[in-house]
Nanobody
């Protein structure tokens, strides 16, 4: 199980940092990805970070605004989000065993839930 946190309500242009923590096993040997699901929409891959942090991928709509990072000593992956837009409103989830090479192109139904997610709402 993974535990996501850090969501909230922010105004457009604001920032949030999401955290994804594993409490029962180390994440250090796995790719970890973030995906999101907005109301009435399919799940969408947002970002992924490879083992060791050497590989990062982002969906086009968040490039330059979001930054993924990891702290393997804490078994935690972060998603720093800046320049938030109303269209970023969604529940954000993280997933282990992500496979960053295919993270952004897989079918929506293959994004499995590993935790409860964290709500991000961007609104004036």
């Amino acid at each position: 199980q993974l535990v996501e946190s850090g969501g909230g309500l922010v105004q457009p242009g604001g920032s949030l940092r999401l955290s994804c923590a594993a409490h029962r096993w180390p994440l250090s040997f796995e790719d970890v990805g973030w995906f999101r699901q907005a109301p009435g929409k399919e799940r969408e891959g947002v970002s992924c970070i490879g083992k060791g942090g050497g590989t990062t991928v982002y969906t086009d709509s968040v490039k330059g605004r979001f930054t993924i990072s990891r702290d393997d000593a804490k078994s935690t992956v972060y998603l720093q989000m800046t320049g938030l837009r109303p269209e970023d409103t969604a529940v954000y989830y993280c997933a282990a065993q992500a496979d960053c090479e295919t993270w952004l192109t897989r079918d929506s139904h293959t994004y499995a839930l590993w935790g409860q997610g964290t709500q991000v709402t961007v609104s004036p």
